[in-house]
Every structure is written in structure tokens, then in C-alpha cells.
């Protein structure tokens, strides 16, 4: 996700669902020691106790969507966006938010839409996309092509088996660490 904020030039990102594992971990990897410090995040989440959590987690933009008029978290979400520069959103959600994310992207931004948690499909505005230039694309987020985390060595068997052994010992290393109350 950094890689891909970053290759479209832009200096943050709002993320959707923020309050997941995914989240909490690109928050503590936004932040100022983290692996990817100097990308700004905003979170967008549903409930309160969601923002509270990722503001603990060192966070310093959350939006709560919650029981808000559409037009007021809105409202900040975009006066956020423009502040920080950002031009790029991922979406977990699709349905209406899709929508709502590229509405308060600014001309030419994307909106990479990676899940579908409100089980509709992403709509969007087609003025958005004629007049302003703005982009939704699909993004797999273990990758594709050259950049894909997943390789298994082609045809080689013997390259598989040592991929799967390592994929076996991160799995391992995931599950110990989450066992220990995870990225929280």
C-alpha cells in the first residue's frame, strides 16, 4: 500500500476500515519511527471506540463516519485531503463510500478499492471521472505480476518447498505475535 501511495506521487493516503489488523498496522508504520514515517495516513472508521483505538495506536488523523451526517464527516474528510496533500484512498468498504472517497479526492486522484465489506458494489459519479480526471481502480493487495509477495518459484520444486517452509515460519511468527494482543 506505501509502495503504491508513493509510486502515484502522493504524500498520504485515507484508508478505509482503518480500525483492522491492516490498519493498526499501517498506522504504527506511518508513524514518525516507523517504517514508512513522512506518509500520512487518515483513518476512516465507523465507531468512536474504532478512533480511539487507532489514536492510541499514534494516529493523528481519524475521521468517525459513526451516526454523522454524510456531509459532515465528509465535509472534514476533504478539508483533511486537501491540508495534507493527499491524492490517493484505499477502500475496503466499496458500496456508497467508494463514491464518497472519490468525491473528496481532489482533481486526478485514485481511489484503489481492495475489499467489499458493504457486500454492494462501488459506485461512483461519472462527472468525477470525465470533468476532474479522477481514477477507481482495483487493487490486489498481495500484488501482481513483479511486485506479487506470493512466488513459488515457478516450476522449480525445490524452490517451492524452501518458499512454503518460509511462509510456514511467518505464519508461525504472525499467529505468537497476535496471541500476544497483536498490533494493538
Known amino acids: 500500500i506505501v509502495d503504491k501511495v508513493r509510486s502515484l506521487g502522493s504524500k498520504g493516503f485515507v484508508h478505509t476500515g482503518a480500525a483492522s489488523q491492516l490498519g493498526q498496522m499501517l498506522v504504527k508504520m506511518c508513524a514518525p519511527a516507523g517504517a ?19 489514536r492510541s495506536l499514534g494516529a493523528a488523523y481519524v475521521v468517525v463516519t459513526g ?14 485531503v486537501a491540508a495534507q496533500k493527499v491524492s490517493v484512498a484505499f477502500d475496503c468498504v466499496a458500496g456508497e463510500m467508494t463514491e464518497a472517497l472519490v468525491d473528496v479526492m481532489p482533481k486526478r486522484g485514485t481511489v484503489l478499492v481492495y475489499g467489499r465489506l458493504s457486500g454492494k458494489p462501488a459506485q461512483v459519479q461519472p462527472l468525477d471521472l470525465i470533468y476532474f480526471g479522477k481514477k477507481v481502480e482495483g487493487f490486489l493487495l498481495a500484488g501482481t505480476n513483479e511486485n506479487c509477495w506470493l512466488r513459488l518459484g515457478g516450476s522449480n520444486p525445490a524452490t517451492m518447498v524452501g518458499t512454503l517452509g518460509k511462509l510456514n515460519s511467518a505464519s508461525k511468527a504472525v499467529l505468537g505475535a497476535l496471541g500476544e494482543g497483536g498490533w494493538a
Do not use: C, S, Y
Open 67 to 80: 451516526d454523522r451526517a454524510e456531509a459532515e464527516w465528509k465535509g472534514e474528510l476533504k478539508a483533511l
Open 36 to 54: 514508512a514515517a513522512g506518509v500520512t495516513i487518515i483513518n476512516v472508521v465507523r465507531r468512536e471506540e474504532q478512533g480511539k483505538l487507532l
